[in-house]
């Protein structure tokens, strides 16, 4: 069975930066695709970044140029690095791994932009 653990998150001031990690287990890593998804207050759960298992990445508009996606398939890792952080991006992150059709998610970590 799949189980994802999201970790990384904090309060950070406007301009910071954070690293967002997750750990994946029970799966063979290196096949699926994987993502980062963040879930504002009163809003629906969002994609910020996917990263195929050839290491192809897309990203959402309001996160390109700032966020980067990344993998270590030896370590069944995927991270988020965040930079230039803006207070819109507060939220919850949550990692996904997609195994068509299923989803699975992690718990979400909480990340809050603010001065």
């Known amino acids: 069975q799949v189980r994802l653990v999201e970790s990384g998150g904090g309060l950070v001031q406007p301009g910071g930066s954070l690293r967002l990690s997750c750990a994946a287990s029970?799966?063979?890593?290196?096949?699926?695709?994987m993502g980062w998804y963040r879930q504002a207050p009163g809003k629906q759960r969002e994609l910020v970044a996917r990263?195929?298992?050839?290491?192809?990445?897309n990203y959402a508009d309001s996160v390109k140029g700032r966020f980067t996606i990344s993998r270590d398939n030896a370590k069944k890792m995927v991270y988020l690095q965040m930079n230039s952080l803006k207070p819109e991006d507060t939220a919850v992150y949550y990692c996904?791994?997609?195994?068509?059709?299923?989803?699975?998610w992690g718990q979400g970590t909480q990340v809050t932009v603010s001065s």
């Open positions: 029970g799966s063979i890593f290196s096949i699926y695709n």
């Open positions: 996904a791994l997609y195994e068509v059709p299923v989803t699975y």
């Open positions: 990263i195929t298992s050839s290491g192809s990445t």
